[in-house]
Each structure stands twice: as C-alpha cells, then as structure tokens.
C-alpha cells in the first residue's frame, strides 16, 4: 500500500513538474478591465484614461440601464475615444444574477431586449460577455457549508445537483442563446471559475452539472477563467497565474483568459457590504476582499502572465482601483526589471497538487464522471482550436 502511494505521489510530481515549465518568453497582453459597480458617470471620467492604454473596458450592465442615459453618454464617448467597450449582461442579484442552468428564461428575455436596443440605436458594442458561475443563492450554501465545515452537506448539495440530462437540454439551450448572438453579428465571451479548467485538465466535465453551470462546451469566442489572489502570498499567486496561463493556453489557445484581482481594499465598496450580510460571515467574507495593493505586484502578474503564453488578461476591477490609494492610471504603469526570473515551481506544483486532491475527492465522494463525459467530450474537443492572433496588443513595460 505504501509504495503504490509513493508512486502515485512520483506520478503526479511528474505531471506538475512538467505543468510548470514555462511557454517562452512573449511580454504582450491586451488588458481588459472589469467595472461592476461604479454609477457610468464615474466611469465616463476614466474613459481617456483607458483609451491612451488600448484598454478594454468590460462594463456592467443590467435589464434596468437599457436605455439609460449616462449609458448611452458613456458608450458615445467611449466610441470617440476608441475604446473598446463589451457589455458584461448581469441580471439583478434577486433574479441570481448568472448566466447558468438555473436563470435561462430571464437570461434569453435579458439579452433579446439588450441587443434590440442596440441594434434599434445603433450602439457601438460587439462584444456580450456572460458570467457563468454558481448562482448567489447556491454560492451562500456553499459559503455556509465551507464556514461550518459541514463537507457532508456540501457532497449532498453537489450530488443533489446533478443531472445529465437536464444539463444536456441546458447546454444546447445556451448555445442556441450564443447562436443567435453570433448569427445578429455579435462576438461571445464567458468567464467561470478556475476550478472549471482545473476539471478540464483532469478530464471531469461532470463538475459542472454538480455546479450547474454549463461552460466549456458553449461556443465561445473568448474564455476566461477567475483566478483571484484571495489571501495567498505574491509568490504563490504568481505560481497559480502561471499554472492557469498554461492550462488555459493548452486548451484554447489565444481564446484563452485569466481574471486577475481582486485589486485595492474591495471591502471599501458598499455594494460588497451588502453582499457580506447576504452571504453571512461577514469576518470570513471581508478577508477575502483584500487584493492586490501594489501596482508593482500587479505588473509581475501580468509579466509572468505573458511569459506562459497568454495574450489577454483582465483585470478585476476599476472599481477596486478607485478606491486604492493610487490613482487607477497607476495600475497599468508598474515595472519589471528586464529578464526578470520568478521561482515559481513549487507554488505552481502546490496549486496543482491541491487541484489534484479536490478533483479526487470529487471523483470518490460526489459521483463518478459519466454520461456528460460521453455526451459533450468530443464536441468540447472540437471548441479548443485557437483563432488567428488579435492584431492589437499593448506591450508591459519592462
């Protein structure tokens, strides 16, 4: 027993060994910046700023700012300005805000009225960009089960969640919705957590009907994937954006982002206070919003970043930025010495290694992979080539 254990251990060394060995050397990223919470006519103040750096600017939107217009006034001078504007379609927190299994119907309502008007007033927006996660009310049961160590009722919860064919008639449902974007002439993006391309690269698409979030298997034209700092060190989130850069660039090629942050003290913004009392636990919830307080720590991210592969990333968020104590300009403005080295082998392995045992644990308790493997492998294959290079890029400083 012990040495089918020890090399069980070799093995995986192996894997994440090799998991770790970088990409060479590219430094380019085109950057996007998520904004969730700032009134648009704060945002329209920092409209110059992000078209002197080629930035694009990922801009919440709900059913109730359709319409709206310091919107309309934002998108105009944003299109003045050349700055690239995709509009992030969240639905209201009471509706559960994502696009996933559980929120279809409004989704596809949502979404129909948005493009109308854009269509309707010739609104200069090509990109929808769809956020695929747990829907509010399930993340509070998760956050729960977490607080209270309760893993039996988290198991329950991701067994109770599970059914193929259900999530078989949401996926085609979804890419109907992302069909209809495409055929009306829009582009797609989708952003999900990390622990979904985790998954993929242990084979296992059946934790995504546990969630209930379909994601990899949609027809995407741009995946991104959250991988926030939370409270690991600098060195070791280093070693989780080069893990993720790889993963996500094995498997989609230039389709493939990280989401990067949180940035700055995010306990500052009132909106999160109102999601602590939500989620409960508010102590536990309000560690979690401290992020990255050093533009020279966010520049290394993005370097490490563009070293293993990646071309794009997006950064979480202007409104972190906002209430940091430099001004958001800062934030793009930070350097790395030239050939700058990161020992990142082993902060990579432990991510992975981590990741490992999650997905056996999964694999052993929660439920075996099966048909949604068998039904959506092939056709989630064919979704990993990568399209030609975006032309534009902004290069990091050195």
Not at 172 to 181: A, K, P, Q, V
């Amino acid at each position: 027993m012990k040495r089918r254990w020890c090399l069980i251990l070799v093995f995986l060394f192996i894997c994440f060994f090799e998991a770790a060995a970088g990409y060479p050397s590219g430094g380019e990223i085109k950057i996007g910046l998520w904004c969730e919470f700032l009134p648009y006519s704060r945002v329209n103040h920092y409209i110059e700023m992000l078209g002197g750096r080629d930035i694009i600017l990922i801009l919440h939107i709900g059913p109730a700012d359709i319409g709206d217009p310091e919107l309309v006034s934002l998108l105009q001078k944003a299109e003045e300005m050349g700055v690239e504007v995709r509009a992030w379609l969240l639905l209201p927190y009471e509706e559960e805000l994502y696009f996933c299994e559980d929120t279809l119907d409004d989704t596809e309502n949502f979404v129909r009225n948005f493009t109308d008007w854009v269509k309707r007033e010739k609104i200069g927006i090509k990109w929808i960009v769809f956020d695929c996660e747990p829907t509010p009310s399930t993340g509070r049961e998760f956050f729960k089960y977490v607080r209270e160590k309760d893993i039996v009722s988290f198991i329950n919860h991701l067994k109770k969640n599970k059914d193929a064919e259900s999530f078989k008639r949401s996926v085609y449902r979804m890419n109907e919705i992302i069909d209809r974007l495409h055929r009306e002439g829009f582009l797609v993006a989708g952003t999900s957590n990390r622990m979904i391309l985790e998954g993929l690269y242990f084979k296992n698409i059946t934790l995504q009907d546990s969630l209930n979030v379909p994601f990899t298997m949609l027809d995407w034209d741009e995946l991104s994937f959250l991988v926030y700092r939370y409270k690991a060190s600098q060195i070791d989130y280093l070693g989780m954006a080069k893990r993720y850069s790889q993963i996500a660039k094995k498997y989609f090629g230039d389709r493939g982002v990280l989401d990067i942050g949180l940035i700055g003290d995010n306990r500052k913004i009132p909106e999160n206070e109102k999601r602590m009392s939500l989620f409960g636990g508010e102590e536990k919830f309000a560690d979690l919003l401290v992020g990255i307080e050093d533009p020279a720590e966010l520049a290394e991210i993005l370097d490490i970043a563009g070293k293993n592969g990646l071309s794009r990333i997006n950064i979480y968020s202007l409104d972190g930025m906002a209430v940091s104590e430099y001004p958001p300009e800062a934030w793009f403005d930070g350097d790395v010495p030239p050939g700058k080295k990161y020992f990142t082998h082993i902060s990579s392995i432990k991510a992975g290694l981590a990741n490992a045992s999650l997905q056996l644990i999964y694999n052993v308790l929660v439920v075996k992979q099966e048909s949604v493997e068998e039904e959506f492998g092939v056709r989630a294959e064919k979704r990993y080539n990568p399209p030609e290079k975006s032309k534009s890029r902004i290069r990091l400083r050195r």
